[in-house]
Nanobody, 117 residues
Framework: QVQLVESGGGLVQAGGSLRLSCAPSGATFSFNVMGWYRQAPGKQRELVARVGSGVYTDYADSVKGRFTISRDHGKNGVYLQMNSPKPEDTAVYYC???????????WGRGTQVTVSS
């Protein structure tokens, strides 16, 4: 059974930095696409960033220029470097992965990120 485990969440001051990590357990194949979503209280879950094999990346407009997604192919994992976070970035962040964009079926349980002003 494949599980995605997030780590690195916590409390950070606005303008600081934080790095989220996601690593799978139980996977016998490599994920071709991995990404991060977030959900703030009272809001729908939204895409933050995703990365495919090769040079494909996709970012939400709200995080472009501040967040960077990257892969760790050796660990079949993914990172999200959050620079200059804002209070509106406060949310539970979820790791998402799959064989391709149409099969993003694996989710982590989420890690809380709180940005203080």
């Amino acid at each position: 059974q494949v599980q995605l485990v997030e780590s690195g969440g916590g409390l950070v001051q606005a303008g600081g930095s934080l790095r989220l990590s996601c690593a799978p357990s139980g996977a016998t194949f490599s994920f071709n696409v991995m990404g991060w979503y977030r959900q703030a209280p009272g809001k729908q879950r939204e895409l933050v960033a995703r990365v495919g094999s090769g040079v494909y990346t996709d970012y939400a407009d709200s995080v472009k220029g501040r967040f960077t997604i990257s892969r760790d192919h050796g660990k079949n994992g993914v990172y999200l470097q959050m620079n200059s976070p804002k209070p509106e970035d406060t949310a539970v962040y979820y790791c998402n992965a799959g064989r391709n964009l149409a099969q993003m079926e694996y989710w982590g349980r989420g890690t809380q990120v709180t940005v203080s002003s």
